[in-house]
């Protein structure tokens, strides 16, 4: 099962930021926290991953709690084409690369005109 | 860079019939790992290859078998094809510390 709890969904006002939730209260010391999202029949798509500190790239900046039982992802400007379902995973590193990823129900963003 | 890429896109198959699917990960990427999507769910871990190992095993039955070959690339295998093996079945690729990149997958249908 799953290790996070998140939203079923979530809408947003294109332009404005999106701010998305995740709680994941039995993170163990070695477990990342990964972000991904789908569009409707592709493949997920990275988005950004950190351990305790906040991390940001071009596509969205992730704040993680100080007990890092929680988390948020947010876009900064979201556009139609961020409208997707966002998955918040915790995953531990095997030999310094990503290990299995399991996917929970995440969070549909409708990103509104 | 080409990303991942996966091959076929589309294929059906009769029950008890065997398949093989492709997957080229993205340039410089060591490690590949594959998944099962059924239709509104979310992606399922079969298993991960790392130096033509495999490495982690998800909760999939022995009929799910795969290969890593020495330039990275890899193949999912799936005997004895039941109708409730009808996914997306998705590969992603990944290196040392950074996130995995998956490919649009390839459509399965066990008729």
């Known amino acids: 099962d799953a290790k996070t709890t998140q939203p079923p969904s979530m809408d947003c006002a294109e332009g404005r930021a999106a701010n998305l939730p995740c709680n994941h209260s039995?993170?163990?010391?070695?477990?990342?926290v990964y972000w991904y999202r789908q569009i409707h029949s592709q493949g997920p798509q990275y988005i950004i991953h950190g351990l305790k500190n906040n991390e940001t790239n071009e596509m969205a900046s992730l704040i993680i709690t100080e007990d890092r039982k929680s988390s948020t992802l947010i876009l900064p400007h979201a556009t139609l084409r961020d409208t997707a379902v966002y998955y918040c995973?915790?995953?531990?590193?095997?030999?310094?690369?990503?290990?299995?990823?399991?996917f929970g129900k995440g969070t549909k963003l409708s990103v509104k005109p | 860079d080409a990303g991942v890429t996966q091959s076929p896109t589309h294929l059906i198959k009769t029950r008890g019939q065997q398949v093989t699917l492709r997957c080229s990960p993205k340039s410089g990427h060591d490690t590949v790992s594959w998944y099962q999507q059924a239709l509104g769910q979310g992606p399922q871990f079969i298993f991960q290859?790392?130096?033509?190992?495999?490495?982690q095993r998800g909760n999939f039955p022995d009929r799910f078998s795969g290969h890593q070959f020495p330039n990275y690339s890899s193949e999912l295998n799936v005997n004895a094809l039941l109708l409730g093996d009808s996914a997306l079945y998705l590969c992603?690729?990944?290196?040392?510390?950074?996130?995995?990149?998956f490919g649009q997958g390839t459509r399965l249908t066990v008729v």
């Open positions: 039995t993170i163990s010391g070695n477990e990342y």
């Open positions: 290859y790392y130096e033509e190992e495999e490495r």
């Open positions: 995973i915790v995953s531990p590193h095997y030999g310094g690369s990503q290990g299995n990823l399991i």
């Open positions: 992603a690729s990944s290196s040392l510390g950074g996130g995995a990149f």
